[in-house]
């Protein structure tokens, strides 16, 4: 398991829980805002979980993780719908994007959407993979 973090501060964090609960198997890599530092084809699955709508060049790090997938590798992103009207004004200022713009840019990047999965109240759960 690849840990990816571009603060390592919260590499280290997430290193440190992770030898408290026995987790050996954990590779903290530091990443950047354009690129995630993993090698290519290192990856089967690649999760983000509240952290696409953080991403500053969507473009740049789509093309980090896609060269990172191995052939027949998936991409998950797990996030919180912000849509106006519904969403807290918190939620609104925090998240630069919503899943429409989201699933845009991953299906732009060479993606397709394979599927959705019902997850817990105002998230979205989507499973791309390579086009």
Request: cysteine-free; hydrophobic content about 40%; overall charge negative.
């Amino acid at each position: 398991v690849y840990a990816v973090e571009i603060s390592q501060e919260s590499l280290d964090y997430i290193m440190k829980e992770a030898e408290k609960e026995g987790h050996a198997n954990i590779a903290p890599v530091l990443g950047e805002h354009r690129t995630t530092n993993l090698s290519m084809d290192s990856a089967d699955v690649i999760v983000t979980i509240r952290t696409y709508h953080h991403f500053e060049y969507p473009v740049d790090m789509l093309e980090s993780i896609k060269a990172a997938l191995r052939p027949e590798g998936r991409f998950v992103v797990i996030d919180q719908e912000r849509i106006k009207g519904v969403s807290s004004e918190r939620t609104l200022e925090h998240r630069r994007a919503g899943k429409g713009t989201i699933t845009d840019e991953i299906l732009d990047a060479g993606f397709v959407l394979e599927k959705e999965l019902p997850l817990i109240p105002d998230f979205y759960y989507l499973v791309f993979k390579e086009r």
